[in-house]
Each structure stands twice: as structure tokens, then as C-alpha cells.
């Protein structure tokens, strides 16, 4: 096992350019076929929940999902556009064998994905995705029911409620959000209905922007990738917080009422520091990835909690968080996973856990959501041709001169990208002078070692 075997899945599900290979109505339909086929255990009816966002090339791929699980001898149950987190939570509730979401998240309108969520609402495993993968690059002939045994589609209208009902239930009974004004942008994406009604109808104020959707214009100079229009919007109409949501809703930026963009790490300082004065957070401790700031750490170990990082992907973070027994995690990006209400990431249940505080606390957004002061942060991507310039001893003597630079005092994370012939390059300290410095010549030297491999390799 491991990530050189497989080709299709990749940290979040399939992701690719529409119409294209794998993210094509052909490579849909054998998954649903492969997967309908792994998933057919036993003598019971067997099921599978399909969401979507809000892109055109979704009315292409739902039907080529269907038509292949249909054709394992699975039932379909449609939902049509609802968050991926809602889709993890269907999964359970109707006791299916599988939840599929189409969508690529933060991505523009013309990728696509797919992501497959177990009976129990986790994203499968390594393991998982490739016996699929392997079942799609065999014959698949095995797979396909025989005409008496073929499934059926079925549309469930009630969904949408279900979730709001669900995402509802995660804010204290007897707390509202009357008197508050939000604005909360759904980035043209799968919350656009689902988001101003919770907030609504939990007694707030809702100014809804990126709530028409036409299939184009998802994540389109909107939502929690481009906050700048939100932060406007927030000063204009005197709100008092902005909540900016990705395509598929499982991340989440906010806004202060000054118009300060807020990320993750500073939505686990708050939500960590509450829970563990209710003695509520689990473990004393809190998931989050490498990227994550050196000043939530501190902010932390401050109060007697400790961070545990994690390779980046929402993932990892969820597999940890399970491994270790905590209930509260998340990505810099704004993925924030409250197992305590949920299997994933989830933008709405989240931003309900921050308003909760602002209502008990009876303070403003900028007073309670500037936990920390976070440290000057600088990411280089280096480029490179194919191999890997970080074999290079150069290389490893910079990092390691780096790190003796730096000390206590900041850090050096060095990684090549999941997806494309890239290395990351980030470095944190107190003094942002020597970011600068220090990630520049880290840069320098692996740029080197990219351009010179065979000339390392001789000496």
C-alpha cells in the first residue's frame, strides 16, 4: 500500500478538469460500478447517497454515478446540492452503505470530484480506495447484477431539512442568535440554501450573498478563498460577523465586524480554549496539520493544552483525532472537524460553535477572535523538473543550518507538494526579517539542487 500505487485517488477523493480523464462520465460510471461492487456485501438491500455542489459538470457526472451503481445492484438515493457534510451524516442516518459528494471543494467551476464516504460517514481509507481503484482497472464484468437484481434511483425531497435540523442541534439549546446581524457568503456553492436558513432560524439577522448559484460561478471572486468582498459587505451593513464558506461548505473563514479575515487557527484557539474551560475538549489537546501557526502552539501550551500536527489534508487530521481520542481539529485553511457533531469538516457547525462564544461571552468579534498574536509565516513553491532535489546534501545542510539559526525561536517545514513537481518551502520565526531571509535562501539552494541533479549525484 501506500500513495505510489494509486493513480486516481489522491488526498481528497478524485479531483480533475471536467469532461477530461478521470473526471469523466466513462471513469464515473466504472467507479460506481467498482464501488457498488466492493460495497455488495450480504443479502440486504444495499444503498448509496449521492450530493453534489452547485457545478454544471455535476449534471453529467450524477447521472454516470447513478447509472453504475444501478447497475452493481445498488439503490440510489439523490439529495441534489447539499454540503459534503451533510452527505457524511445522510450516509449514517439512512444506514446506507455509501455517501458520494461531486464536488471540488475551493476549486473553480471547471474541476470537478468525487469523494466516498463509508457507512460510518468517515472518507475511506488508503486501503479502501485502492481495492477500488484495482477493481476499475480490471474487468468489471462481475460486478454488474443481473437483470432482476438491478437497483433503483429515488430522489429524497426531504434532505435539506434534515441537515438544518442536524447542524441546528449542535448550538446550545436555549442560546439564539437574535439581535446579531451576519453576513454570510456561500460562495455560489452547495450551502446556498441550506446556510442563511439555519442562521435565520436560529434568530439571526442573515444578509446572504453567493447564494446564486448558475453553474459557473462557484468559489467566483467569492467565499472562503476571496473574503475581501465579505469584509466590505461586513463594514457596510454594520454586521457583526461575516461567515465565508467554500463550494462544498466544509471550510470556513470569518470576518470581524472591523472587516479582519480570520482563519482556522484562530477558530480552534477560540473553540479549544471554550470547550476546555466547560471541560469539554477531549484529551486536552488539539489536531491541526504542519501549516499551522507556531503562534497557536504557544497560545495553547499556554493553557496547559498541546497541539498535535498532522501531514496536510482534512484527513489526516480526522484519523488522528480518532487515534488519539480528541474531538476538536482542523487545517489553517479552515477546516475545523467537532467530532463531537460530525465525521468532517463543517463550515456551519463550526461557525455555530464561534457564535455560540460571542453570545455567552456578550463581546465582539474582534475581541474574541484575535486569541493570538500568529508568527510571521512566508510559503515559497520551488518548481522542479521530476525527481527529488530534497536527496540533495545541500540541501539537508541548509535545512539543518536553518533550523540551528532559528532554535526555539521558529520553524522550517520543507515538504514537495501531493499533486504537482512542486516543493514547499515555509518558514516561521518571531522576527519577520529573518523569514524573508531564511526562506529565500532555503528557496535558492533547492532551486540549485533542481537545476543540478546529475552534478550532486557525481560528487
Same mark, same amino acid.
Given at each position: 500500500?501506500?500513495?505510489?500505487?494509486?493513480?486516481?485517488?489522491?488526498?481528497?477523493?478524485?479531483?480533475?478538469?471536467?469532461?477530461?480523464?478521470?473526471?469523466?462520465?466513462?471513469?464515473?460510471?466504472?467507479?460506481?460500478?467498482?464501488?457498488?461492487?466492493?460495497?455488495?456485501?450480504?443479502?440486504?438491500?444495499?444503498? +448509496?447517497?449521492?450530493?453534489?455542489?452547485?457545478?454544471?459538470?455535476?449534471?453529467?457526472?450524477?447521472?454516470?454515478?447513478? *447509472?453504475?451503481?444501478?447497475?452493481?445492484?445498488?439503490?440510489?438515493?439523490?439529495?441534489?446540492?447539499?454540503?459534503?457534510?451533510?452527505?457524511?451524516?445522510?450516509?449514517?442516518?439512512?444506514?446506507?452503505?455509501?455517501?458520494?459528494?461531486?464536488?471540488?471543494?475551493?476549486?473553480?467551476?471547471?474541476?470537478?470530484?468525487?469523494?466516498?464516504?463509508?457507512?460510518?460517514?468517515?472518507?475511506?481509507?488508503?486501503?479502501?480506495?485502492?481495492?477500488?481503484?484495482?477493481?476499475?482497472?480490471?474487468?468489471?464484468?462481475?460486478?454488474?447484477?443481473?437483470?432482476?437484481?438491478?437497483?433503483?434511483?429515488?430522489?429524497?425531497?426531504?434532505?435539506?431539512?434534515?441537515?438544518?435540523? *442536524?447542524?441546528?442541534?449542535?448550538?446550545?439549546?436555549?442560546?439564539?442568535?437574535?439581535?446579531?446581524?451576519?453576513?454570510?457568503?456561500?460562495?455560489?456553492?452547495?450551502?446556498?440554501?441550506?446556510?442563511?436558513?439555519?442562521?435565520?432560524?436560529?434568530? *439571526?439577522?442573515?444578509?446572504?450573498?453567493?447564494?446564486?448559484?448558475?453553474?459557473? /460561478?462557484?468559489?467566483?471572486?467569492?467565499?472562503?478563498?476571496?473574503?475581501?468582498?465579505?469584509?466590505?459587505?461586513?463594514?457596510?451593513?454594520?454586521?457583526?460577523?461575516?461567515?465565508?464558506?467554500?463550494?462544498?461548505?466544509?471550510?470556513?473563514?470569518?470576518?470581524?465586524?472591523?472587516?479582519?479575515? +480570520?482563519?482556522?487557527?484562530?477558530?480552534?484557539?477560540?473553540?479549544?480554549?471554550?470547550?476546555?474551560?466547560?471541560?469539554?475538549?477531549?484529551?486536552?489537546?488539539?489536531? *491541526?496539520?504542519?501549516?499551522?501557526?507556531?503562534?497557536?502552539?504557544?497560545?495553547?501550551?499556554?493553557?496547559?493544552?498541546?497541539?498535535?500536527?498532522?501531514?496536510?489534508?482534512?484527513?489526516?487530521?480526522?484519523?488522528?483525532?480518532?487515534?488519539?481520542?480528541?474531538?476538536?481539529?482542523?487545517?489553517?485553511?479552515?477546516?475545523?472537524?467537532?467530532?463531537?457533531?460530525?465525521?468532517?469538516?463543517?463550515?456551519?457547525?463550526?461557525?455555530?460553535?464561534?457564535?455560540?462564544?460571542?453570545?455567552?461571552?456578550?463581546?465582539?468579534?474582534?475581541?474574541?477572535?484575535?486569541?493570538?498574536?500568529?508568527?510571521?509565516?512566508?510559503?515559497?513553491?520551488?518548481?522542479?523538473?521530476?525527481? /527529488?532535489?530534497?536527496?540533495?546534501?545541500?540541501?539537508?545542510?541548509?535545512?539543518?543550518?536553518?533550523?540551528?539559526?532559528?532554535?526555539?525561536?521558529?520553524?522550517?517545514?520543507?515538504?514537495?507538494?501531493?499533486?504537482?513537481?512542486?516543493?514547499?518551502?515555509?518558514?516561521?520565526?518571531?522576527?519577520?526579517?529573518?523569514?524573508?531571509?531564511?526562506?529565500?535562501?532555503?528557496?535558492? +539552494?533547492?532551486?540549485?539542487?533542481?537545476?543540478?541533479?546529475?552534478?550532486?549525484?557525481?560528487?
Amino acid at each position: 500500500m501506500g500513495d505510489g500505487t494509486r493513480r486516481l485517488f489522491g488526498t481528497d477523493g478524485i479531483r480533475g478538469v471536467a469532461n477530461r480523464a478521470p473526471m469523466d462520465a466513462a471513469t464515473a460510471l466504472r467507479l460506481g460500478q467498482a464501488a457498488g461492487r466492493y460495497f455488495n456485501r450480504g443479502q440486504h438491500r444495499h444503498r +448509496v447517497v449521492i450530493g453534489k455542489d452547485t457545478r454544471l459538470s455535476g449534471y453529467m457526472l450524477e447521472p454516470a454515478l447513478t *447509472a453504475g451503481f444501478v447497475g452493481a445492484g445498488m439503490d440510489v438515493v439523490l439529495v441534489g446540492p447539499l454540503p459534503t457534510p451533510a452527505i457524511a451524516l445522510l450516509a449514517r442516518s439512512l444506514r446506507a452503505d455509501l455517501g458520494v459528494m461531486i464536488s471540488a471543494s475551493h476549486n473553480p467551476f471547471h474541476d470537478n470530484g468525487i469523494k466516498l464516504f463509508g457507512p460510518d460517514g468517515l472518507k475511506l481509507s488508503d486501503a479502501q480506495e485502492e481495492a477500488i481503484e484495482a477493481l476499475m482497472a480490471g474487468d468489471l464484468a462481475s460486478a454488474l447484477a443481473a437483470p432482476g437484481k438491478l437497483g433503483r434511483a429515488s430522489r429524497l425531497e426531504d434532505a435539506p431539512g434534515r441537515y438544518i435540523e *442536524a447542524v441546528k442541534a449542535s448550538f446550545p439549546r436555549g442560546r439564539s442568535l437574535e439581535g446579531l446581524r451576519i453576513v454570510v457568503d456561500c460562495a455560489n456553492g452547495a450551502a446556498y440554501k441550506v446556510a442563511p436558513t439555519v442562521l435565520w432560524e436560529l434568530g *439571526a439577522e442573515v444578509v446572504s450573498v453567493g447564494v446564486a448559484p448558475d453553474g459557473f /460561478n462557484i468559489n467566483d471572486a467569492c467565499g472562503s478563498t476571496a473574503p475581501g468582498a465579505l469584509a466590505t459587505l461586513v463594514r457596510e451593513r454594520r454586521a457583526d460577523l461575516g461567515i465565508a464558506l467554500d463550494g462544498d461548505a466544509d471550510r470556513l473563514v470569518l470576518v470581524d465586524e472591523t472587516g479582519a479575515v +480570520v482563519d482556522g487557527d484562530q477558530i480552534l484557539a477560540l473553540i479549544a480554549s471554550s470547550w476546555a474551560s466547560q471541560g469539554r475538549l477531549r484529551g486536552g489537546e488539539v489536531v *491541526a496539520t504542519v501549516m499551522s501557526n507556531l503562534g497557536l502552539e504557544r497560545f495553547l501550551q499556554g493553557r496547559g493544552l498541546k497541539l498535535h500536527r498532522t501531514k496536510v489534508g482534512d484527513r489526516y487530521v480526522g484519523e488522528a483525532m480518532r487515534e488519539r481520542g480528541c474531538n476538536l481539529g482542523g487545517e489553517q485553511s479552515g477546516h475545523v472537524i467537532l467530532s463531537d457533531y460530525g465525521t468532517t469538516g463543517d463550515g456551519l457547525v463550526a461557525a455555530l460553535q464561534v457564535l455560540s462564544v460571542l453570545v455567552e461571552e456578550g463581546k465582539s468579534a474582534s475581541e474574541m477572535l484575535r486569541r493570538f498574536e500568529p508568527l510571521p509565516q512566508k510559503l515559497v513553491n520551488v518548481r522542479h523538473a521530476g525527481g /527529488n532535489p530534497l536527496a540533495d546534501p545541500r540541501v539537508a545542510d541548509a535545512i539543518a543550518a536553518a533550523e540551528m539559526e532559528l532554535g526555539a525561536r521558529g520553524r522550517v517545514l520543507i515538504r514537495p507538494s501531493g499533486t504537482e513537481p512542486l516543493i514547499r518551502v515555509m518558514v516561521e520565526a518571531e522576527e519577520e526579517g529573518l523569514v524573508e531571509s531564511l526562506t529565500e535562501r532555503l528557496a535558492g +539552494v533547492i532551486r540549485a539542487a533542481a537545476a543540478a541533479p546529475a552534478k550532486v549525484a557525481a560528487e
